[in-house]
């Protein structure tokens, strides 16, 4: 599952990830908005694109739920 973002208009994707921590939003704008890959986002955050791997899924699974 990937939202789709077409441009910074698209409030869906900001309502979506509104109620997230402001570190989860920036891990999500860096992922869906920046189209930055797991290991980029990883060196921005310092921890290891697997760690940023499992925390997108396992926020992704718990909004489906």
Same mark, same amino acid.
């Given at each position: 599952?990937? *939202? #789709? ?7 869906? %994707?900001? =309502?979506?990830? !509104?109620?997230?921590? *402001? #570190? ?7 992922? %869906?908005? =920046?189209?930055? !890959? ?28």
């Amino acid at each position: 599952w990937h *939202p #789709a973002i077409k441009d910074e208009t698209d409030f869906e %994707f900001f =309502d979506m990830i !509104s109620t997230m921590s *402001p #570190a989860m939003q920036y891990i999500f704008e860096l992922r %869906f908005v =920046d189209d930055l !890959s797991l290991e980029e986002i990883g060196k921005k955050t310092g921890q290891s694109n697997e760690w940023v791997r499992q925390l997108i899924n396992k926020t992704l699974a718990t909004m489906e739920a």
